[in-house]
Structures are given as structure tokens and as C-alpha cells.
T-cell receptor, first 114, second 113 residues
Framework: EPEVTQTPSHQVTQMGQEVILRCVPISNHLYFYWYRQILGQKVEFLVS????????KSEIFDDQFSVERPDGSNFTLKIRSTKLEDSAMYFC????????????FGNGTRLTVT | KQEVTQIPAALSVPEGENLVLNCSFTDSAIYNLQWFRQDPGKGLTSLLLIQSSQREQTSGRLNASLDKSSGRSTLYIAASQPGDSATYLCAVRPNSGYSTLTFGKGTMLLVSP
């Protein structure tokens, strides 16, 4: 069964550094998302992306965050200057359509900011 | 603002038991509800998706029901197995807007042999 793949599985970075988290969504899916889960807390929505632009974003997704689909297969999340509170598991997801289709999630990237 | 609550937070049962996990949401204007399974340190695996017009969905030993008007969903697991041990999350998608899922905190299930 096709799946969403994320790399790396674990990223350790120092405060203030830039990080790029990478995702390869399911190939025929059109909608892409980033969610995050701080340890012990709920999964939270960050951003959704369709047709090469952001379609929705949450309050968490401030100017320090950006997303990009640099080619036909990759979808990336960049955090420009990481903070301690950015430490979390970041999940990429994709869906075939925006409303009626299930979201399929990757295994996540655990980001640790020291 | 939509709030999703899952009860109980944790559940421990012996193998073979049938069990019910509960999910409630405050705003009944949802498009659909999705149940996920999360293994420790892993991603979310989609289990069942119920559209707002549906009452239930079944997949193998899993059955999910939806009562939109009362803001409730249940996930029924029949004949539980140790391999079912995981955290089960429910998430709702609103009627309006795009595709944001609002998640509950999950129920951590442990099935002992």
C-alpha cells in the first residue's frame, strides 16, 4: 500500500539554526499537510497546501515557518530559526481530495532543539 | 472553537475482551470523523473514516459509530489482541473551511495476553 515517507526520522539541532523536514506524499494525492505533536499533547494542525500554495494555516505557523513543494514529489517544512519550544514530532500527511478523503500520515520526524 | 475529548485516557484489558473507546466533540458541524492508531514513537495509521451522513463504518474487528447531533463517536474493538495495544486518536473535520483536523488526546490501550 502506498505510504507517506518522512526524512529524517530524528533531527537534533541547536536553537537558532534552520531545519528542513522532508516528506514524500502519496503520489496521486493533491493535498498536503503538516501537523505536529509536542510530547504528551494533542496533534495540532500547522498548514495545508494545494496547487502550490498554502490553503490554510494555524496560529502556530508564523513567519518562522515555510513550506515548499520543490519538485513533483517532495514537500518540505522549513523552520527558519528554531526555538526550544519547536521540539516536537512533526507529521506530514496527504489526501486525495480536500474534504471527503482520509488523511494518510507519515511516521514523523522527531525534532529536538537544544 | 472545536474541542475533542476522548475517554478513557487509558485502558487496560485482558486479551479477548470487547471494548469501546469514546470520542466527543463540542461542535456538531463536522464533515467527517477519522479514527487513527498511533504506536509509540510512530506515525498515525488511519483506521476508519465516517462521513457526517453515515452512522457507522466497519473494518475487520473494528466498528466506529457516529452520532453527530449529540457530538459523539465510539470505536468498538471486538476480541481484542495484544497487537491492538496502541494509542487511539479521533479527529474531526469541520463543515466549513478546508481540511483542518482537530484531534483528541487519545486513549492509550494495553491488551495483555
Amino acid at each position: 500500500e502506498p505510504e507517506v515517507t518522512q526524512t529524517p526520522s530524528h533531527q537534533v539541532t541547536q536553537m537558532g539554526q534552520e531545519v528542513i523536514l522532508r516528506c514524500v506524499p502519496i503520489s496521486n494525492h493533491l493535498y498536503f499537510y503538516w501537523y505536529r505533536q509536542i510530547l504528551g499533547q494533542k496533534v495540532e494542525f500547522l498548514v495545508s497546501f494545494y496547487n502550490n500554495e498554502i490553503s490554510e494555516k494555524s496560529e502556530i505557523f508564523d513567519d518562522q515557518f515555510s513550506v515548499e513543494r520543490p519538485d513533483g514529489s517532495n514537500f518540505t517544512l522549513k523552520i527558519r530559526s528554531t526555538k526550544l519550544e519547536d521540539s516536537a514530532m512533526y507529521f506530514c500527511a496527504s489526501s486525495l481530495e480536500t474534504m471527503g478523503s482520509p488523511l494518510h500520515f507519515g511516521n514523523g520526524t522527531r525534532l529536538t532543539v537544544t | 472553537k472545536q474541542e475533542v475529548t476522548q475517554i478513557p485516557a487509558a485502558l487496560s484489558v485482558p486479551e479477548g475482551e470487547n471494548l469501546v473507546l469514546n470520542c466527543s466533540f463540542t461542535d456538531s458541524a463536522i464533515y467527517n470523523l477519522q479514527w487513527f492508531r498511533q504506536d509509540p514513537g510512530k506515525g498515525l495509521t488511519s483506521l476508519l473514516l465516517i462521513q457526517s451522513s453515515q452512522r457507522e463504518q466497519t473494518s475487520g474487528r473494528l466498528n466506529a459509530s457516529l452520532d453527530k447531533s449529540s457530538g459523539r463517536s465510539t470505536l468498538y474493538i471486538a476480541a481484542s489482541q495484544p497487537g491492538d495495544s496502541a494509542t487511539y486518536l479521533c479527529a474531526v473535520r469541520p463543515n466549513s473551511g478546508y481540511s483542518t483536523l482537530t484531534f483528541g488526546k487519545g486513549t492509550m490501550l494495553l491488551v495483555s495476553p
